[in-house]
């Protein structure tokens, strides 16, 4: 039997993919270009059992999300780039206490208010680099509504495996942008439940810290005895303000995303075997750098695509494998240089490395990557 097909924005079907995800609340202040998801869960959501609460800004946003998981529910809130920049301390909290949630970044051109109704990939660095001090979050990056809908359900399941926010770094072009969406049948939708605590009460621990495995849960209000904090903490979740624990707990909050990177990471691959040169892209820039990539190889240039449609973690083993083989990667982004930087320092000098920039507002133009593939061919 085919499966429904809508005509559906960009932000639309983030909304639409959370719910799918079993999403039932959402904290957030209008902004743009990420208001449409607020505006289509406000709807939705009271309309599957949920809670939508418009906040006062997004500091009490992602506050809210942060409760609304400790409470029991799968949480997200939706910004861009001033409103991510406010909810910073805030992820950095989530993280540490190993919070589940999601965050959706509609990335507009900045810094400050900057460009608020046009396109840019300018918070790439901040989503990895955002909070201080050292954890690891996961954030995904689609290129299209379809994926903008498949990539929300992800998120809420990375999110609930691996008790860390996740960031959907979409940005204004694929967020405004209206395609043909397929929504599968519920029962076609593979959703990952949070793992609840089944032991007694008396025996829970929030925490425990063997690197790769994460520990159950529990809903706050349910008679458990635990503790919750963004000092660092023993397995009870109390503070233990201790160099041996620190290095205990934020080791751990790395391996656990580290060392499940092949599990995690996703990258999209087209004719890298035999290639010169790889273009390495993600979000709406990758469906711009398609053009080039047929020009070049109709000019009969031998070039691969890799598709970040997780960047972080980053495919860091797969850089390294390609720089040995190929002349040169072209990195193109709508932002003055920040994944290429990532590429830089894998790549190690092995080949070329060429950053096609732009400061935002608007796509490339086709010839500016092709450009670039000829110049790294050489």
Request: glycine share 10%; with cysteine.
């Amino acid at each position: 039997m085919p499966q429904p097909r809508r005509l559906v924005e960009g932000n639309e079907a983030v909304a639409e993919g959370a719910i799918a995800a079993g999403a039932r609340f959402f904290a957030g202040y209008p902004i743009t270009p990420s208001t449409e998801i607020a505006e289509v869960l406000s709807r939705r959501l009271p309309q599957v059992g949920g809670h939508f609460i418009q906040m006062e800004d997004e500091i009490a946003s992602i506050g809210a999300v942060i409760g609304a998981s400790l409470a029991g529910a799968k949480a997200l809130t939706a910004t861009s780039g001033p409103g991510f920049s406010l909810m910073q301390e805030s992820i950095g909290y989530a993280s540490m206490a190993q919070v589940p949630c999601v965050i959706v970044d509609v990335m507009r051109g900045g810094p400050s208010t900057g460009l608020p109704t046009l396109t840019a990939q300018q918070d790439m660095m901040q989503a990895r680099w955002g909070s201080h001090g050292d954890y690891r979050i996961i954030a995904l990056v689609p290129d299209s509504p379809q994926e903008c809908f498949d990539l929300a359900v992800e998120a809420f399941n990375l999110s609930e495996t691996y008790r860390v926010p996740v960031f959907i770094m979409t940005d204004e072009t694929v967020g405004h942008m209206h395609e043909k969406v397929v929504i599968p049948p519920a029962d076609q939708i593979q959703v990952v439940e949070r793992n609840w605590h089944k032991g007694p009460k008396e025996e829970y621990r929030p925490y425990q810290f063997t690197g790769k495995d994460v520990a159950p849960m529990v809903k706050a209000g349910d008679g458990y005895r635990f503790h919750i904090t963004g000092l660092t903490h023993d397995e009870r979740g109390y503070p233990a303000l201790t160099p041996e624990q620190g290095k205990k707990v934020v080791t751990h909050l790395i391996e656990k995303i580290d060392s499940n990177v092949d599990k995690i990471s996703r990258v999209e691959e087209d004719g890298i075997d035999g290639a010169d040169v790889v273009v390495i892209s993600y979000g709406i820039t990758s469906r711009i750098a398609i053009r080039a990539v047929q020009d070049a190889r109709k000019a009969g240039l031998k070039v691969g695509v890799m598709r970040l449609i997780t960047v972080w973690p980053f495919c860091e083993q797969k850089i390294r494998e390609l720089a040995g083989k190929i002349k040169g990667f072209v990195v193109p982004e709508i932002n003055y240089g920040q994944i290429v930087l990532e590429v830089e320092r894998c790549s190690a000098g092995k080949c070329k490395v060429i950053s096609v920039n732009s400061c935002g507002g608007a796509v490339h133009d086709p010839e500016e990557i092709l450009t670039a593939i000829k110049e790294a061919a050489k």
